[in-house]
């Protein structure tokens, strides 16, 4: 399993997810991007239009290592942060139909997972694991 | 200047960015923290408690390159989105009174930042720029 079905739901419930890739010269760069996750693959699929030719496809296709997060405050008062966090390494693949959202896509496959806030109590519990590759 | 009045506004309206720092072996990590211009060092300075202690902490320690990203829809019919990207080096401080919200701080001195929908006209302007280090 590489997600749990919380964290699912919240992926699947949020609008907006943000990609570091790591450019040429070993400097991080942090990008917002759609979240899309696909349950065929169990990964992450970043696309959009005219996404081959950003930096950040160019950043991936160079080097793999990638993070990706989707966060968002479930109540302010009490202080509630939500947020999954997702370590991994990206293919950087172009051609029709590779992705269900786009024929360009960087695939994140996760190597690590840290989720937080996503127990419906409340109770902010941290949940961080590896997974097998 | 580093930033402009309308990104200045935009940082203080929004309650989360994200930073991302990157470890050991050369892999990104990403993390949700609250966001904090300082107008004295015109810093972006990430707070919080126990942050010393923090793996992000430990990180910009050892590789000061880092970025952060500000982002939300201002609305999604139209699809607006608006966002700061600051990419700089990190200044890893501890003392009393290190930074105006604690004695901890990941201080970003910007080297670039990347706007992006701040313009109140709505027309989704882009604004990159490279700052004098």
């Given at each position: 399993m590489t997600f749990t079905d919380a964290e699912i739901a919240y992926l699947d419930s949020q609008?907006?997810?943000r990609l570091t890739t790591?450019?040429?010269q070993g400097r991080p760069q942090i990008?917002?991007?759609g979240v899309h996750y696909n349950?065929?693959?169990r990964t992450i699929d970043v696309v959009g239009w005219g996404l081959a030719k950003s930096q950040k496809f160019r950043n991936a296709s160079r080097n793999p290592e990638v993070a990706f997060i989707v966060d968002d405050l479930a109540s302010t008062n009490p202080w509630r942060p939500?947020?999954?966090e997702i370590r991994g390494r990206a293919?950087?693949?172009t051609g029709p139909?590779?992705?269900p959202w786009g024929d360009e896509v960087i695939r994140i496959h996760p190597r690590r997972v840290v989720?937080?806030?996503l127990d419906p109590s409340g109770d902010g519990r941290y949940n961080a694991r590896d997974l097998p590759s």
């Open positions: 609008l907006l997810g790591i450019d040429a990008r917002a991007v349950p065929e693959t939500r947020s999954v293919e950087t693949l139909g590779v992705s989720a937080e806030g």
